[in-house]
């Protein structure tokens, strides 16, 4: 009973009411469908390796989310149907991705209101509930971003303890084939190394050992898989590349990354200044070695704002330190309220209506 009422006490269950209460609106409120134009991929592919027959096999989605769709089979014996099942495992990263992005934002700033106001800002972003929670296998991917991010600052922050150094690598190895985003904690690890305080030669060690092991699980797959289909990433990647690159601008990049963190930009440049302000050494280089990769998007050749989500934790980290730098708590819910309601808006009318001419 103690641990009950300590949880309905802590800042997790305030983030988890507010999880549910996003959902809520997103899905019984304003009627969005998790559905989309990728979901009956991810579902042939499942019909697949369940022993069906197909005409055209989603290499793709065998080669990329192999473990997401492993996992949300199992959970379709609980739910009933193959969709119920990828809702049901991205409804578990859902609420675990806001846990250890809460945890992030608490081991950078070493500040629960901070980590609080950006867990808010990176849970109601549209992001989360019209990518996020639906047929797809991206939130999977994000989640081990994050979680792998997290591992490698606790790395940095503790002196390079091995623990974190291995659990970083195995978040990266293992969200890779929940879905490639997951593979990018590895890149916070090595620019975090790489500024560090170690020698030379520990940092160069540290990286060819990161690297070497990660690669074990997904290479060993990937062999696999080309040997079994003859398929490899490389097919994938050169398909992408012929079917979006030309579209690839910086027009649409403009346009996405206003649309991605719409109502949140104000806010990040708020924090941008407020990190300016109360300048500290430590907490800046984690902030520049975390950049990279949420950054990597701009490497794939197809620039969606489902790709580009990746860089919303990013801008939730400092947008919530700026936040948490306003005296006036009913400003700052103010804020919040309305950060939200634009958030909600975006994907019911806001995009719509506002058809940018280019």
């Known amino acids: ?189 090595v620019m975090l190394i790489l500024f560090s305080d170690f020698p030379y030669k520990r940092k160069v060690n540290e990286i060819l050992k990161a690297g070497l092991l990660f690669l074990i699980m997904p290479v060993l797959y990937y062999i696999y898989f080309y040997l079994k289909f003859n398929y490899s990433y490389f097919n994938w990647y050169l398909f992408n590349i012929n079917a979006f690159a030309p579209s690839y601008n910086i027009i649409l990049l403009i346009k996405i990354l206003g649309w991605i963190y719409l109502a949140g930009w104000p806010i990040f440049i708020f924090g941008l200044w407020q990190e300016k302000k109360y300048f500290e050494k430590t907490r800046a280089t984690v902030l520049a070695a975390l950049l990279p990769a949420s950054l990597a998007f701009l490497a794939w050749p197809a620039l969606t704002q489902r790709i580009a989500f990746i860089i919303v934790p990013w801008l939730a980290l400092i947008s919530g330190f700026g936040l948490s730098k306003i005296k006036n708590n009913y400003i700052i819910g103010t804020i919040l309220i309305a950060y939200a309601l634009i958030n909600y808006s975006i994907t019911t009318f806001l995009i719509k209506i506002i058809n940018l001419p280019f």
């Open 1 to 189: 009973m103690e641990k009950i009422l300590n949880f309905l006490k802590s800042k997790y269950f305030l983030l988890f009411a507010l999880a549910i209460l996003n959902l809520l609106v997103a899905f019984y409120f304003l009627k969005l469908s998790p559905w989309s134009s990728d979901s009956e991929t991810y579902l042939k592919a499942m019909q697949y390796l369940r022993g069906a027959n197909l005409e055209q096999i989603p290499y793709n989605r065998l080669l990329t989310t192999p473990f997401m769709l492993y996992s949300s089979i199992l959970a379709s014996w609980f739910t009933g149907s193959f969709y119920g099942g990828i809702l049901a495992v991205n409804l578990i990263f859902y609420f675990l991705i806001i846990y250890v992005f809460y945890k992030l934002v608490l081991e950078i700033y070493q500040n629960q209101t901070t980590a609080v106001l950006s867990s808010i800002l990176l849970l109601s972003n549209y992001s989360m509930y019209n990518y996020g929670v639906t047929y797809n296998a991206d939130l999977g991917g994000w989640f081990f971003f994050v979680l792998g991010s997290f591992f490698a600052v606790k790395y940095f922050n503790n002196h390079g303890r091995k623990r974190f150094f291995y659990l970083t690598i195995l978040s990266a190895s293992t969200g890779v084939l929940f879905k490639e985003y997951g593979a990018l904690g590895l890149i916070s690890l």
